[in-house]
């Protein structure tokens, strides 16, 4: 007879694996020889590392104090530890490679080296810019900021200058900073001079040191062996060929050791990940039991389906020991595919759904707009402050808090001193900030070089709109504009929605998610067009912003940059037989293993097709009123105008554009429903609860004027 869970003492093994689905046990239970498990974003890897750990432990299989648990961020470590601890097993070592690695360089360095440590320097810039002055070569912050991670990626990678030059070649990857990969190497080799003359050592440092003394001194390597017997690796998928050299001098000959990983969730080959690891560990570890944790508790059937509809589309050799998720949560909303004519169109988008889920009750801290690159972050910025919605910017600063947007505003606001209007708009703020670094063409490759130009670029195209929409202002008049931009989005937050790049967004999640600028050349972005496994690494990227929503999920691009543009970008290739009219294989309802769930996300799709002749709207005015040009309306004209003119008085007073308060699509919608009373036009596409309650008896007004 079995006792009951609540019935058992304190630190019971098996109340433990009672917590756990059938996949999570098995992980549990599987405490001896190598073990890797294959986890699926959502499906509790935490909680089975951390009961797989306490079971090894109150079983009597392991003393706690003998298990070395690493992962890659330091909050991911103190969670570890803390839900062991919980579960009644404190005394575990739960780590960051780098601190574990430090922790036993303090220790065994006076006896494997002699003397104290030399000092740990937090920032390579200042070494690394030192580096470059000495070869005479000209570099800003951005250029150093690119120069020290690839100092870092040829450390983490064991590569010497030499090497380096080969490897990177090999790979196709570009010189940072607008150098060739020759002047990199010696940037490189100057770097490590410069480091060794202040007698200082880097992060990348701790893990050589600790990989050369345990090389070398067996007697050290012994030591750290026997402390520790168990090794626990969260985040494999992301380790680096220097990490995973260490790991296996901690290992020695033994084979305790499990590993924990997701290949579809790679996303930072850049900085050296390399998902090879996990996906050859049961090749270099004979007799390895591999698990996969597949049940997704984070999100709804319906995202999930969407996310593995989005590998389903890979490359057979892409998704090697992929995880097809399976979704455990109640259906949920089918997830929106949005259509904007440009960006400025997709934020204000984007700012009036945020608005309508906060006014419904759901807190701001609950909802994540995510982008491709920092410079998007900008009309975001702008519209969510003009609807008054708080927002947090992570991993980033503001757009106007950043160095290079303010030299420039700097630039430009000397400049408006002696403006004699001469030149066009445009073509002066160009002139202007070609001083701080911008050009016509966009430099090749990643990194802060790129995002600075992006950066440049978005006050370019800024200057480009007000020419178009204002010809009569010049420089003064985008100075103003631009104080009052910033000024605006300076105001204090306390709470308020994240605003983040895919790449920060990475373990993270929200009840909702919008993920913007789903383009072709953001998403995959454009310097990866030309490689295949780069592009694959955007498709997981996308994956990841995929998974991070739980209930409500997003997808939006744009078929312009300006307003006004010519409507030339197409939606991101990943999207393809997944956003509604797409294909006919779309699925973007479809929960992995569960059949479909729920409808497509129509509600926030952009009409395809004319009403009246059913032809295919090929411009972004067509798709916008849901007719030809040359067909005749199906509803009133002069209800149409008639809200036009209410729409443009209401929106005037809120001083905010009209798109803000209805789509032109939505008041089409309303003039051909004709509704008479709160319920029927709740029940129009566009028209949530918060504008409902705001506009509601407006819009029934002036429809009851035209009846």
Known sequence: MTTPAALRPAGDPDAVLEALDPEQREVARALQGPVRVLAGAGTGKTRALTHRIAHGALAGAWQPTQVLAVTFTARAAAEMRTRLRDLGVPGVQARTFHAAALRQLQYFWPQAVGGALPPLVEHKAQLVAQAASRLRLRVDRAAVRDLSAEVEWAKVGMLTPDAYVEEARRRGRSAPAGLDHLAAARVLRGYEEVKTDRGVIDFEDVLLLTVGILEEREDVARTVRSQYRHLVVDEYQDVSGLQQRLLELWLGERDDVCVVGDASQTIYSFAGADPRHLLDFDQRHPGTTTVRLVRDYRSTPQVVGLANGLLDRAPRAATRARVELVAQRPPGPAPEFWENADDDAEAARVASWVADRIAEGHPASEI????????????????????????????????????????????????????????????????????????????????????????????????????????????????????????????????????????????????????????????????????????????????????????????????????????????????????????????????????????????????????????????????????????????????????????????????????????????????????????????????????????????????????
């Open 368 to 707: 994540a707009v995510l982008f491709r690159t920092n410079s998007q972050s900008e009309p975001l910025e702008q519209a969510l402050s003009a609807r008054g919605v708080g927002y947090l910017l992570r991993g980033g600063e503001r757009f106007f808090a950043r160095k290079e947007v303010r030299d420039a505003v700097l630039l430009l606001r000397g400049a408006a001193r002696s403006d004699d209007g001469e030149q066009p708009l445009g073509a002066l703020v160009r002139d202007v900030l070609s001083g701080a670094g911008w050009s016509e063409q966009a430099p090749s490759g990643s990194g802060a070089v790129r995002e600075r130009w992006e950066s440049l670029q978005a006050l370019v195209a800024l200057a480009d709109d007000v020419a178009a929409a204002r010809p009569e202002d010049r420089l003064p008049q985008l100075v103003a504009e631009l104080d009052e931009r910033a000024q605006a989005q300076h105001a204090p937050v306390v709470e308020g929605v994240t605003l983040a790049s895919l790449h920060a967004a990475k373990g993270l999640e929200w009840d909702a998610v919008v993920l913007v600028g789903l383009s072709e050349g953001l998403v995959p972005i454009s310097f990866a067009a030309d490689d295949a496994d780069a592009v694959e690494e955007e498709r997981r990227l996308l994956y990841v912003g995929v998974t991070r929503a739980r209930e409500r999920l997003v997808c939006s691009w744009t078929l312009s940059r300006t307003p006004g543009g010519r409507a030339s970008r197409k939606p991101s290739r990943f999207l393809d037989g997944l956003r509604p009219a797409s294909g006919s294989d779309a699925v973007p309802g479809r929960a992995g293993g569960g059949g479909r769930g729920g409808r497509s996300g129509r509600r926030g799709a952009t009409l395809s097709r004319c009403r009246t002749c059913g032809e295919p709207l090929t411009t972004a005015a067509a798709r916008k009123t849901g007719r030809c040009e040359d067909c005749p309306p199906t509803y009133d004209e002069g209800v149409f105008e008639a809200l036009r003119e209410w729409r443009s008085r209401t929106a005037s007073e809120a001083k905010v554009p009209a798109y803000v308060v209805f789509t032109d699509a939505t008041l089409v919608a309303v003039a051909e429903a004709r509704p008479v009373d709160a319920a029927g036009l709740a029940a129009i596409a566009g028209i949530g609860p918060a504008k409902l309650d705001k506009y509601g008896e407006s819009v029934l007004a002036v429809l009851a004027a035209g009846a």
